[in-house]
């Protein structure tokens, strides 16, 4: 089974070398059917993640939502 939610970034703190960020994430539940739907029984969330590859801490803008597909690993 797989969980969607839909996530917003709210910040991205980066190092004073830029070698790492901190990327913070909180979950959305209302504004549309399909964040109410996924969120009825998860109602709130926050993710954290210390991401040390520039390369993927630049994919992330404060602001803009985020799917994040939870499954379990094989």
């Known amino acids: ?3 969607r939610a839909k996530f917003q970034c709210n910040s991205i703190n980066k190092s004073p070398d ?3 960020a ?3 994430l909180m979950a959305i539940t209302t504004g549309s059917t399909e964040n109410e739907a996924w969120s ?3 109602p709130s969330g926050q993710l954290q ?3 040390s590859n520039p390369a993927a801490f630049e994919q ?5 939502e985020y799917f994040i597909d939870i499954q379990p690993a094989q």
């Open 60 to 64: 992330f803008e404060q602001g803009k």
């Open 22 to 24: 901190v990327v913070n």
């Open 40 to 42: 009825k029984y998860t």
């Open 49 to 51: 993640m210390v991401i």
């Open 18 to 20: 830029n070698s790492s």
């Open 1 to 3: 089974m797989t969980v």
